[in-house]
C-alpha cells in the first residue's frame, strides 16, 4: 500500500467507514456505537474519594458525629460510594481498553462481528492496559513537577485579610492558567500518539511493549513533519466533525420535539381539566413520552458516534497504512500473483 499523507487519507477512511456501515442497519449502528463510545471512554475518567475532614468525635449525642454535622454513618456511606465508584472506574478503564483493541481489528478487518474479535484480541489486553497505566503515571509525575513550583508561589502570593493582591500574583495566575491548556494540549497528543502509534504494533504484530515503543518512534523518527501533521489534522477534523455533530444533535432534537411536544400539549388541553383519572392518564403519558424521548437521543447520539468514531479510527489505519505493511495488506489485500508460465511441452517425433 501506498503511504498516504494526512490529508490523503481522508477520503479513502470515508469510503471505508460508509462501505462498513452499510447496508445501514440500527442495530449494526448502536452495536458497532456502543463498542466505539466505550473504546472512547474510560481511560479519561477518574472518581475520587469525597473530601472527609477528620475530626474529633463529639460526645453529645448516641450517634458518632464530626465536627461540622457529619456523622460517622455519613463518613462511612463517602467511603462506600468512593470505594464502589473507584471499581467502577477500574472496570470502565478495562472495557476502554479492550474496546480500543477491538474497534481497531473490526475496522482494519472490515467485520461486525464483535465477539470473535473479543476473544482474539484477549492476549493483547493486559499488555495494552500495562502500558497505559505507566503512560499516565509518567504524566501524572512530569505535569506534577511542572505546575508544583507555581502552584506553591500561587499559595503564598495569596492575599490575607482584606490586603490587595501582590501584582505579581495575577503574573503567576496567568502563567498556571497558560500552563494548564498547554498541558491538557500535550496530554491529548501523547494519548493520542500512544494509542495510534503503539497500539497497533501490539494489536496486529503481537508486539511487546517495548518493541512496539521502538518502532513507533522509529516509525515518527522517519517522517516526522508528516506525523506531527497528521496530529494537527487529527485535531482539526475533531474540531469540525465536533461542531457539525452538535448542529446535527440540536436540529434532531428540534424535529423530534415538535411531535412529541405537540401531543404533550393536545393531551394538556384535553385531560388537565377532566378528574383525577385524567390527570393519571395524563401523567402517565408525559412519562411515556419523555421515555421515548430519551431512548431517541441516546439512539441518535451512539449512532452518530458510530459513524464518527468508525472514520475516525479509518484515518488512523489509512494513514499508517502504507508504513505498517500489515495493516496495509488489511486494508488493500494484495491481489493473488498468476501462477509462473511454462511452456508446453513439445511433443517428441518418432
Known amino acids: ?36 463510545l466505550l473504546a472512547e471512554m474510560g481511560g479519561e475518567f477518574t472518581f ?35 470505594v464502589i465508584g473507584f471499581l467502577l472506574a477500574l472496570v470502565l478503564f478495562y472495557l476502554s481498553s479492550r474496546m480500543q483493541l477491538v474497534l481497531m481489528d473490526l475496522v482494519a478487518t ?38 508544583v513550583v507555581p502552584l506553591l508561589y500561587l499559595l503564598r502570593s495569596l492575599p490575607h485579610g482584606n490586603a ?15 500552563l494548564f491548556f498547554m498541558v491538557i494540549f500535550v496530554i491529548l497528543l501523547i494519548i493520542w500518539s500512544t494509542r495510534d502509534f503503539v497500539l497497533p504494533f501490539i494489536l496486529f504484530e503481537d508486539a511487546t511493549v517495548g518493541d512496539a515503543i521502538r518502532r513507533a518512534s522509529s516509525m515518527v523518527r522517519r517522517e516526522p513533519g508528516k506525523f506531527f501533521f497528521y496530529l494537527f489534522m487529527k485535531f482539526v477534523l475533531s474540531l469540525v466533525v465536533g461542531i457539525a455533530a452538535e448542529f446535527c444533535i ?63 479510527q479509518a484515518y488512523t489505519l489509512y494513514f499508517l497504512g502504507g508504513r505498517i505493511p500489515v495493516i496495509g495488506n488489511l486494508l488493500q489485500p494484495p491481489s493473488p500473483q498468476p501462477p509462473p508460465f511454462s511452456p508446453p511441452l513439445m511433443p517428441v517425433l518418432p
Open 1 to 36: 500500500m501506498t503511504p498516504l499523507s494526512a490529508t490523503e487519507a481522508i477520503s479513502p477512511a470515508i469510503e471505508h467507514a460508509k462501505a462498513l456501515l452499510r447496508p445501514f442497519s440500527l442495530k449494526l449502528w448502536l452495536k458497532l456505537g456502543l463498542v466505539a
Open 48 to 82: 475520587s474519594f469525597p473530601p472527609i475532614r477528620n475530626h474529633a468525635p463529639s460526645s453529645t449525642s448516641g450517634i458518632g458525629t464530626v465536627a461540622g454535622g457529619v456523622t460517622s454513618a455519613m463518613v462511612a456511606l463517602f467511603v462506600v460510594i468512593g
Open 110 to 147: 472490515r467485520t461486525t462481528l464483535v465477539a470473535p474479535v473479543w476473544q482474539r484480541t484477549a492476549p493483547r489486553t493486559w499488555r495494552w492496559i500495562g502500558f497505559k497505566v505507566l503512560t499516565y503515571l509518567a504524566i501524572f509525575v512530569v505535569v506534577g513537577a511542572i505546575l
Open 164 to 178: 490587595q493582591p501582590a501584582p505579581t500574583f495575577f503574573g503567576t495566575f496567568a502563567l498556571i492558567f497558560l
Open 250 to 312: 440540536v436540529l434532531y432534537v428540534l424535529a423530534l420535539c415538535l411531535p412529541l411536544g405537540g401531543i404533550g400539549a393536545a393531551l394538556w388541553f384535553l385531560l388537565h381539566h377532566s378528574g383525577p383519572f385524567a390527570m393519571a392518564i395524563m401523567y402517565t403519558s408525559f412519562a411515556l413520552l419523555g421515555l421515548v424521548f430519551l431512548v431517541a437521543f441516546f439512539g441518535a447520539v451512539i449512532c452518530l458516534s458510530c459513524a464518527i468514531l468508525i472514520f475516525y
